[in-house]
């Protein structure tokens, strides 16, 4: 008999803006069988899956106008102005499931941006490039905007001038408060004005409030199986959360990416996931570790 006892983290899954995006494509499935969404509406291959036998069709930027009927889903990441645009131009009607909190950095940065114009100064966003997110954040400045992904990158920012600093939602707050620091450090090398610096700590709750929330389940368990699309950003922050806590953690994708040799010698399993990951399929994958 198996002894393993299997606990899902109560707070994994998916996050108010993915629930928002995904029911309403549903309730418009439902509708008419059919939609098209701009990018995949979430960062979950098995989640996708499942939407598209429903009849939700992923297409990219290039496809808008050929999408028939007219009519396009965008996702929680919120897009450019330029595909409102597009779909304008090519008059395809926009289902905006834009997330809230998204769609309000969106409107600071451009604030900002009409500011750094009057003082020559730059809008500096943390995230990582040709993320759909970032895109749409970038596209705020008139594609002015520089992005920088890790600490290594701060040499693209010219601290004689003015600094706006924002973050795409789902970074680590260390990684951004380290940047914080680094620029400030180097402005005050430079002999430039640090009150010239504005930083934004944009950082969504919903992933920043799991982080410490995450580092305690994964300590209380002997293994964790953290579940993610590989394509998602904050599935990779989480995750290393819990690996910093609990060694014995292991991403998987889906059920099949499961070793049951990680299971030896254990007798608590925490099944823990991302903003983007189904409870459903947190759920089958504790069901097959319990019966392993
Ligand atoms: S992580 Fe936060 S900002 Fe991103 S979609 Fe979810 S609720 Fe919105």
């Not at 929680?76 to 809230?100: F, L, M, Q, R, S």
């Not at 990684?175 to 005050?188: Q, S």
Request: proline residues 3%; aromatic residues 6%.
């Amino acid at each position: 008999m198996n002894k393993i006892k299997v606990e899902i983290d109560s707070l994994s899954g998916f996050c108010y803006g993915v629930i928002r995006a995904i029911e309403t494509a549903e309730k418009e499935l439902e509708k008419n069988g059919v939609l098209f969404s701009l990018g995949e509406i979430v960062h979950n291959n098995v989640e996708v899956n499942r939407l598209k036998n429903k009849g939700l069709n992923t297409i990219s930027h290039e496809n808008i106008s050929t999408v028939e009927p007219k009519k396009i889903l965008i996702r929680a990441h919120g897009e450019p102005p330029e595909t409102y645009e597009t779909a304008k131009n090519a008059g395809i009607e926009v289902i905006d499931c834009t997330c809230p909190v998204v769609l309000k950095l969106q409107e600071r940065i451009k604030r900002a941006y009409e500011e750094a114009k009057q003082c020559n100064g730059i809008i500096v966003i943390f995230g990582k490039k040709r993320h759909a997110e970032v895109n749409g954040l970038v596209g705020q400045t008139e594609g002015n905007a520089i992005v920088i992904e890790n600490i290594d990158e701060i040499n693209q920012i010219d601290c004689s001038r003015p600094v706006f600093l924002f973050s795409q939602t789902t970074k680590s707050i260390e990684g951004f408060e380290e940047l914080c620091r680094i620029i400030a450090e180097k402005i005050e090398q430079s002999g430039g004005d640090t009150a010239m610096f504005k930083a934004y700590n944009t950082i969504c709750r919903q992933v920043s409030g799991r982080k410490p929330h995450l580092e305690d389940f994964a300590r209380k368990h002997d293994v964790i199986i953290f579940v993610s699309g590989k394509q998602s950003s904050n599935g990779k922050v989480l995750y290393q959360s819990c690996k910093n806590a609990n060694p014995n953690s292991y991403f998987v994708e889906q059920s099949g990416d499961i070793n049951p040799e990680w299971f030896v010698n254990c007798q608590t399993v925490g099944v823990c996931g991302a903003t983007s990951t189904p409870k459903w399929l947190m759920e089958n994958i504790a069901e097959i570790i319990r019966f392993s």
